[in-house]
């Protein structure tokens, strides 16, 4: 029996039916990504889902794999810009991202292999953050003993997300104040925020 064949992964096919995934788990919950729902919003029929991705899962995964590759590709950027510390910061900050991952913390808890990837992502991430932010924190006099670039990565992004979803929940109580403070420390160290 021949193997069953899918379509090719760089296809604009296939980009639309993830642009479309990602687009349902944005507004609507992971919950809503059907393969019809997801061929509706691409304009296409609902056999392309299942020729292009085997299961869903595999969808799901390849819009998580898709996005990670534009968060490595973004916080490189970040961590190589001028003023690395504001730039992770923003990027943080990100109310789509936050959105969208917070969708795959909530699949993950269904699918061990969203919650599999969703680790070793995060793993990915925070050891380059902190290789990175070693150097950064080191070239502006500050030492790990003082402030250890594993906690500050931690803060950064742990912060920005709560401060994130709550913005989106309408529960403000203390945003204006943890933002200010932490872009006082971000001033300190790197100046105002520059435009690059």
């Given at each position: 029996?021949?193997a069953?064949?899918?379509?090719?992964?760089?296809?604009?096919?296939?980009?639309?039916?993830l642009?479309?995934a990602?687009q349902?788990?944005?507004?609507?919950?992971?919950?809503a990504?059907t393969?019809?729902?997801?061929?509706?919003?691409?304009g296409?029929?609902p056999?392309?889902?299942?020729?292009?991705?085997?299961?869903?899962?595999?969808?799901?995964?390849?819009v998580?794999?898709?996005?990670?590759?534009?968060?490595?590709e973004h916080q490189?950027q970040?961590l190589?810009?001028s003023?690395?510390l504001?730039?992770?910061w923003?990027?943080?900050?990100d109310?789509?991202?936050?959105v969208l991952m917070?969708?795959?913390?909530?699949l993950?808890?269904h699918?061990?292999a969203?919650r599999?990837e969703?680790?070793?992502?995060?793993e990915?991430?925070?050891n380059?953050?902190?290789?990175?932010?070693?150097?950064?924190?080191a070239?502006?006099?500050?030492?790990?003993?003082?402030?250890?670039?594993?906690v500050?990565?931690?803060?950064?992004?742990?912060?920005?997300?709560?401060?994130?979803m709550?913005d989106a929940?309408?529960l403000?109580?203390g945003h204006t104040?943890?933002?200010?403070m932490?872009?006082?420390?971000?001033?300190?160290l790197?100046?105002?925020r520059k435009t690059?």
């Amino acid at each position: 029996m021949a193997a069953r064949r899918f379509g090719l992964e760089n296809s604009k096919t296939r980009a639309a039916l993830l642009d479309a995934a990602e687009q349902l788990m944005r507004d609507e919950g992971y919950a809503a990504v059907t393969s019809r729902r997801v061929a509706s919003v691409a304009g296409l029929k609902p056999q392309l889902v299942h020729y292009y991705f085997r299961t869903m899962d595999d969808l799901f995964l390849a819009v998580l794999r898709r996005g990670t590759a534009q968060n490595l590709e973004h916080q490189n950027q970040a961590l190589t810009s001028s003023q690395p510390l504001w730039a992770l910061w923003e990027m943080s900050c990100d109310p789509a991202g936050t959105v969208l991952m917070a969708e795959f913390v909530a699949l993950s808890n269904h699918r061990k292999a969203i919650r599999a990837e969703i680790t070793r992502h995060g793993e990915q991430l925070r050891n380059t953050q902190v290789e990175v932010l070693s150097r950064v924190l080191a070239g502006y006099g500050v030492g790990a003993d003082v402030f250890p670039p594993i906690v500050l990565m931690v803060l950064m992004t742990s912060v920005s997300r709560v401060l994130v979803m709550e913005d989106a929940l309408g529960l403000l109580v203390g945003h204006t104040e943890t933002r200010a403070m932490i872009e006082r420390y971000l001033l300190q160290l790197e100046g105002h925020r520059k435009t690059e």
